[in-house]
């Protein structure tokens, strides 16, 4: 069975960066698509990044240039690297897989002096 594990959040300093990680075990990374997504205190959960099943990569207007998403197959895991990171950034940070529509339990990022 697929198991998603989300780490990398924590403090940071305004432009500062993180790493997020991603973990499926047990898939094969170009079976599914895997999205990056956020949701900020009291707004809605939206797309960062994406890679499609075949390596294509796409970000959102606000992260694009600052952002990186990649994916390490053998080891069955994906990145966010977040660059020149601002306190607009914070957020709780969500990995989804589109293969069974899983979700991570989400890790929080903070951008903050």
């Known amino acids: 069975q697929v198991q998603l594990v989300e780490s990398g959040g924590g403090l940071v300093q305004p432009g500062g960066s993180l790493r997020l990680s991603c973990l499926l075990s047990?898939?094969?990374?170009?079976?599914?698509?895997v999205t990056w997504y956020r949701q900020a205190p009291g707004g809605q959960r939206e797309v960062v990044a994406y890679?499609?099943?075949?390596?294509?990569?796409d970000y959102a207007a606000s992260v694009k240039y600052r952002f990186t998403i990649s994916r390490d197959i053998p080891k069955h895991t994906v990145y966010l690297q977040m660059n020149s990171l601002s306190p607009e950034d914070t957020s709780v940070y969500y990995c989804?897989?589109?293969?069974?529509?899983?979700w991570g339990q989400g890790t929080r990022v903070t951008v903050s002096s």
């Open positions: 047990q898939l094969a990374l170009t079976r599914s698509a």
């Open positions: 890679v499609l099943k075949g390596g294509t990569t």
């Open positions: 989804n897989c589109e293969h069974g529509n899983l």
